[in-house]
């Protein structure tokens, strides 16, 4: 059974739309995580979030991204003007305080 | 210079062998170290966490640690095909939760 749940698995959008990517935590943690992986390449971060709040965030996590968690539960990822370099696969991570990140099982982004 | 290096592979061994997975890291602030294993398509897997110098074993892995030398390793013993895949590196720092991947190893398990 998967720590954290996220829908979609594949989102297909056309340049300059906005996307939405979700994060159903199974359990109830207060650390979450976004991190992207483009095709062939390494495991990035982006956010991360705790206490309903932005603790940190890499410098790709620009003014085109936010994160939010809107009714306590979901865990939200939005691009608000994808680009073709948006496209990649997005994890979301659950992570208690220094213990182990456990990974969704991602959500394949394709900009077209 | 990288912040987790990793040898892109592949390395090939043959089912029933050890297979040894290398990483180094460039700061020694880092005190959490993790192996994940990822297949094709699909998210990172943890396999393995290791925080203190010397030998962790979990059944058919065994993680090492060498803070002095900035290494840490995994050890796979009775390689199986289905062990084929990208083992990524992991490490965080003391100052920070976030996690900082190496590119990954591709291992493959010939039958």
């Known amino acids: 059974e998967p720590e954290v749940t996220q829908t979609p698995s594949h989102q297909v959008t056309q340049m300059g739309q906005e996307v939405i990517l979700r994060c159903v935590p199974i359990?109830?943690?207060?650390?979450f995580y976004w991190y992207r992986q483009i095709l062939g390449q390494k495991v990035e971060f982006l956010v991360s979030?705790?206490?309903?709040?932005?603790?940190?965030k890499s410098e790709i996590f620009d003014d085109q991204f936010s994160v939010e968690r809107p009714d306590g539960s979901n865990f939200t990822l939005k691009i608000r003007s994808t680009k073709l370099e948006d496209s990649a696969m997005y994890f979301c991570?659950?992570?208690?305080?220094?213990?182990?990140?456990?990974f969704g099982q991602g959500t394949r982004l394709t900009v077209v | 210079q990288k912040e987790v290096e990793q040898n892109s592979g592949p390395l090939s061994v043959p089912e029933g062998a050890i297979a040894s997975l290398n990483c180094t890291y460039s700061?020694?602030?880092?005190?959490?170290f993790f192996w994940y294993r990822q297949y094709s398509g699909k998210s990172p897997e943890l396999i393995m966490s290791?925080?203190?110098?010397g030998d962790k074993e979990d059944g058919r892995f065994t993680a090492q640690l060498n803070k002095a030398s900035q290494y840490v390793s995994l050890l796979i013993r009775d390689s199986q095909p289905s062990d084929s895949a990208t083992y990524l590196c992991?490490?965080?720092?003391?100052?920070?939760?976030?996690?900082?991947f190496g590119s990954g190893t591709r291992l493959l398990v010939r039958p």
């Open positions: 991570a659950r992570q208690a305080v220094s213990t182990e990140a456990f």
């Open positions: 359990s109830n943690h207060l650390y």
């Open positions: 979030f705790y206490n309903n709040e932005i603790s940190e």
């Open positions: 700061d020694r602030g880092s005190q959490s």
């Open positions: 290791i925080y203190s110098n």
């Open positions: 992991a490490v965080r720092k003391d100052s920070s939760y976030k996690l900082i």
